[in-house]
């Protein structure tokens, strides 16, 4: 941000039993401020080019949405980051 570099440790990193790596960092599904913008689009930078290595990750920010009785995860992987909810896919549809 502002051109001073910053260190991004995500929340989890997580190796599944099919090889796939997921790294993913956890918001509020309302959070539009200018540190999680830029730590989106970063890790997204990020996984596009360890993909282009032939790795297997994926990932980006998740949130949870429904309600009280009907809770599930979310996931922003866009090149833009954004809260509109339409820009959000269902997480269990990538693992």
Known sequence: MNGVKHSFYPDYIIKFTDGKIGIF??????????KTKAKAERLYKYIKSKNSEEKNIFGGIV???????????????????????????DLEGLI
């Open 63 to 89: 949130a949870n949405y429904g309600d009280e009785e009907n809770i599930y995860i979310k996931i922003n992987n866009k090149e833009e980051y954004t809260t509109n909810a339409s820009d959000w896919i």
């Open 25 to 34: 960092e956890t918001k509020d599904d309302n959070d539009d401020t200018e």
